[in-house]
């Protein structure tokens, strides 16, 4: 499963759906809410890794900010 925030992740989207029609994929406007679906989808156990492959200016102002948010998310119950 593909999960994607903002700008940069709408392009990165947008070419693996080319790639790999079959690939499942969700948007999400906070890191909270992707951090949430990341949870409900690996219910039974897994890993999720924030890849930080595209830029995220539009949200964050650092690879550290948006780093310290995935975090954040992870570690609130």
């Known amino acids: 499963m ?3 925030m903002g ?3 709408h392009r990165v989207a947008d070419l693996v759906r080319e790639l ?3 690939l499942e994929q969700a948007t999400f406007d906070s890191m ?3 951090v949430r679906m990341a949870r409900n989808f690996l219910s039974g156990g897994g ?3 924030l890849s930080p492959g595209a830029p995220s200016f539009d949200r964050y102002k650092n ?3 948006r780093s ?3 975090t954040r998310a992870v ?3």
């Open 2 to 4: 593909l999960l994607t």
């Open 7 to 9: 700008d940069a992740g």
């Open 20 to 22: 790999s029609p079959k």
């Open 32 to 34: 909270d809410d992707a």
């Open 47 to 49: 890993v999720v890794l």
């Open 63 to 65: 690879w550290e900010e």
């Open 68 to 70: 310290h948010d995935f």
């Open 75 to 77: 570690r609130e119950r």
